[in-house]
């Protein structure tokens, strides 16, 4: 073959591979995208269902929250970090948000008073203005904690309007990340 043949068979093959390469690289035209704002879903597993009772006797169930963006925390009336962050979760929960604040409590597990002792504690904290706004949840004996994967205290629970639990999250949560974080969240 002579030499021109040569490059002119080596530049066609360039450009095939080029093609070919470019031609795998491109994201054709997407079919599961949503059809509109309100189909858009969040991503991760639905939350675990509970029905639990607050500190005044009220039953609160994640059914009747639904339609709701929640942020759920878990926290120990002996935990210093949870503590100390009481006053800032009593701000939020008292804020108009586009989602709903409630707390979670573990009586008899973990280390946890009983539930008597805790409701007795818990008002203390109430008459300090510390917790007024806040809503305490009873899951006496973890059993929703070990459905969620609590594995410490305070841990953050990100609850989509869908039901999703989006995010998990150990460790103490600013105000403004706990609101930053819902901005991402349907």
Not at 7 to 30: D, K, N, R, V, Y
Not at 92 to 112: C, H, M, R, S
Request: aromatic share 8%.
């Amino acid at each position: 073959m002579s030499r021109k043949w040569k490059l002119a068979a080596t530049a066609i093959a360039l450009i095939a591979m080029l093609f070919g390469l470019a031609a795998c690289g491109s994201q054709g035209p997407e079919t599961d995208l949503p059809a509109g704002p309100a189909a858009v879903k969040n991503k991760g597993s639905a939350a675990p269902s509970f029905d639990l009772k607050d500190v005044d006797g009220n039953e609160v169930s994640l059914a009747s929250l639904a339609g709701q963006k929640v942020y759920v925390k878990y926290w120990a009336s002996w935990c210093p970090i949870c503590l100390a962050g009481m006053d800032e979760l009593n701000t939020l929960a008292g804020q108009d948000n586009d989602f709903k604040v409630i707390t979670i409590v573990n009586p008899n597990y973990k280390g946890e008073q009983s539930e008597e002792d805790f409701k007795e504690w818990f008002k203390g904290l109430q008459a300090e203005n510390t917790a007024t706004n806040v809503t305490v949840l009873l899951d006496d004996d973890g059993k929703l904690a070990q459905k969620f994967g609590i594995r410490g205290y305070p841990t953050s629970l990100y609850i989509g309007s869908d039901g999703v639990l989006v995010k998990s999250s150990p460790g103490h949560n600013t105000n403004d990340a706990i609101t930053e974080e819902f901005t991402h969240i349907s």
